[in-house]
């Protein structure tokens, strides 16, 4: 085991473990914080399983909770969203898409780092710092959306935790579902994953002291962010590229446009066509093209992507692994 894991696992001391010691500072230090943030971020993260069933409601234990839930919201209707500050649920917890190269760039990162207010980056009104400290502190966690399923992908474990309190506190709580790794390990769950058509986020949260924490890999069957967004409400942002097509190199196949998630991709009277209000730019249809017909390109309309290297103050850089 990695040698911070162990001390975040056995730090079940009296009367409060140092995770959630870590977790109380953080909060602490965040601004505009509120106490029922504080909580909310605690539920979300002790009982993210639960947390995470009862919204998907594919479990047979989830059916009485969502009667009730459904119950108490009639009697005691939530405020309207101009009263809360917030327009929807994907305001306050939501994804950017990464293409594989920046999603590698994400956990190899050795010192910390602080970029704040990414308001070109993620198009939302809360939860959009990156803010990563002891990034080398990685955890592979068992997906919560494909733990929710009846007929889960395989397999679970494709979710990757970055940096503290987030890395000590799912250990601390969620031992049987997580481990600590290395920066190689998580590369090596990114790259067989998106070998796999899965699509790389970078989920932000505003319970999660608004901040970026983790990275997931996920399948459109699985995932409740993809289908929400399906549904109309779009817990996802462009990554900021859109996919191009080499026509003369385009061989008709269909090998892409089979692989996208977001279904931005068809076939044309002669080759196939992307709709770029759609594309997402995750990559995935790039390396499914065997012809090389297919690349990203940069797309201000869509978005400013979440790199490293152009979003750190001039002069500042990050130390990154290989």
């Known amino acids: 085991m990695v040698g911070w894991a162990k001390d975040a696992m056995s ?16 909060w602490r230090e965040a601004k505009g914080t509120s106490w029922f943030e504080l909580l909310h971020g605690y539920v979300y993260v002790r009982w993210t399983y639960q947390y995470i069933g009862l919204g998907i409601g594919e479990l047979a234990w989830t059916r009485p909770w969502r009667r009730l839930i459904g119950g108490l919201v009639r009697f005691f209707p939530p405020r309207p969203a101009e ?8 305001d306050g917890y939501h994804g950017k898409v990464l293409p594989l190269e920046t999603a590698r760039q994400l956990v190899q990162v050795r010192e910390a780092v602080h970029v704040e207010d ?30 929710a399923r009846l007929e ?28 600590a790794i290395t920066a190689d390990e998580a590369v090596q769950i990114l790259e067989t994953e998106h070998a796999r058509g899965h699509v790389q986020h970078a989920f932000f949260k505003d319970a999660m002291l608004g901040r970026f924490y983790a990275i997931c890999n996920c399948c459109p069957c699985c995932c409740g962010a993809i289908h929400s967004t399906r549904n109309g409400t779009p817990m996802l942002a462009s990554s900021g590229y859109v996919v191009q097509i080499d026509q003369d190199r385009c061989v008709a196949c269909e090998e892409c446009s089979g ?6 991709l068809a076939m044309g009277p002669v080759v196939i066509e992307v709709d770029p209000s759609v594309c997402m730019g995750c990559g995935v249809c790039v390396t ?12 201000p309309e869509r978005g400013v992507p979440l790199d490293l290297a152009a979003l750190l103050p001039q002069g500042a850089e990050a130390e990154v692994l290989g």
């Open 152 to 179: 889960p992908c395989l397999p679970l474990e494709v979710c990757l935790v970055v940096g503290e309190p987030f890395a000590s506190f799912v250990l601390e709580h969620h031992p049987d579902r997580s481990r």
């Open 259 to 264: 692989a996208c998630v977001f279904g931005a």
């Open 118 to 147: 990414l308001e070109r980056v993620i198009p939302y009104p809360t939860a959009r710092s990156l803010v990563l400290e002891h990034p080398d502190h990685l955890v592979a966690l068992e997906c919560p959306c494909r733990s």
């Open 288 to 299: 499914r093209c065997d012809q090389g017909a297919l690349n990203l390109r940069l797309a």
């Open 11 to 26: 730090g079940k001391g009296w009367p409060i473990s140092e995770p959630t010691r870590r977790w109380w500072r953080a």
């Open 83 to 90: 009263a809360q500050g917030s327009g929807t649920f994907a």
